[in-house]
């Protein structure tokens, strides 16, 4: 699914900045990223391990976290031209052209076109969403996993839930959990049903959940 690879693009991110010996304009989410991911880590030491009453350090972490993500997701990626950008884009239409060629110039510029706007809208609700708290994790439903009416949305009809399974889910579930093991469902996973497999088909019990 191509939401799922920007994200795990998105999981990466910081990868591009750690494995760089120079600084480029291309790379500037990645190293903003990486090093905010150094300072949280090194603000919770803080907190951890040095002695004070004050309120402002506990807290600290997760306001940088806050507010640096809430700038990528507002300007994150967004310059014409952008080299890292332009990468991905030429990555992500070389995988999609190996289902379907296409050979028309203008349709390969409007594919590029359209395939920069979702890479893009797709960066941006990763940072937006690491700017929540707590950090929502994401959940992709695999095929055959049970119905579960609270997390996904579907067609099917209430009589019939038992007697359907996953197919396929083309947006996540995207779920938060406080301290108190409160949960709060910011997006359900949108699915596509069939009927129960059998045989070979092997049904996929339950969920599991995995961090951003």
């Given at each position: 699914?191509?939401?799922?690879?920007?994200?795990?693009i998105?999981?990466n991110?910081?990868?591009?900045?750690?494995n760089?010996?120079?600084?480029s304009?291309g790379r500037?989410e990645?190293?903003?990223?990486?090093?905010?991911q150094?300072l949280?880590?090194?603000?919770n030491?803080?907190?951890k391990?040095?002695?004070g009453?004050?309120?402002?350090?506990?807290?600290?972490?997760?306001?940088?976290?806050?507010q640096?993500?809430a700038?990528?997701g507002?300007?994150?990626?967004?310059?014409?031209?952008?080299?890292?950008?332009k990468?991905?884009?030429n990555?992500?239409?070389?995988?999609?052209?190996?289902?379907?060629?296409?050979v028309?110039?203008?349709?390969?510029?409007t594919?590029?076109?359209?395939?920069?706007?979702?890479?893009?809208t797709?960066?941006q609700?990763w940072?937006?969403?690491?700017?929540?708290?707590?950090?929502?994790?994401?959940?992709w439903?695999k095929?055959?996993?049970?119905?579960e009416t609270?997390l996904?949305?579907?067609?099917?009809?209430?009589?019939n839930?038992k007697e359907?399974?996953?197919?396929?889910?083309?947006?996540?579930l995207?779920i938060?959990?406080?301290d108190?093991?409160?949960?709060?469902v910011?997006?359900?996973?949108?699915?596509?049903?069939?009927p129960?497999?059998?045989?070979?088909?092997q049904?996929?019990?339950g969920?599991?959940?995995s961090?951003f």
């Amino acid at each position: 699914m191509i939401l799922e690879a920007i994200f795990n693009i998105a999981d990466n991110l910081y990868r591009s900045a750690e494995n760089s010996e120079t600084f480029s304009d291309g790379r500037l989410e990645s190293y903003i990223v990486y090093y905010t991911q150094k300072l949280v880590k090194f603000t919770n030491l803080l907190a951890k391990n040095r002695e004070g009453k004050d309120s402002i350090t506990n807290v600290t972490p997760i306001k940088i976290r806050q507010q640096v993500y809430a700038a990528l997701g507002s300007r994150g990626f967004a310059k014409s031209n952008h080299s890292y950008m332009k990468k991905l884009v030429n990555d992500l239409v070389s995988k999609m052209e190996k289902y379907r060629e296409v050979v028309d110039e203008e349709k390969k510029k409007t594919l590029h076109s359209e395939a920069e706007k979702i890479i893009r809208t797709g960066m941006q609700l990763w940072f937006c969403l690491k700017a929540q708290e707590p950090v929502p994790k994401i959940h992709w439903f695999k095929s055959g996993a049970h119905i579960e009416t609270h997390l996904m949305v579907g067609s099917w009809e209430s009589e019939n839930i038992k007697e359907n399974e996953v197919d396929f889910a083309f947006f996540p579930l995207i779920i938060a959990q406080n301290d108190t093991q409160d949960s709060q469902v910011f997006n359900k996973a949108q699915v596509f049903i069939r009927p129960k497999q059998t045989g070979k088909f092997q049904k996929i019990k339950g969920y599991s959940f995995s961090l951003f």
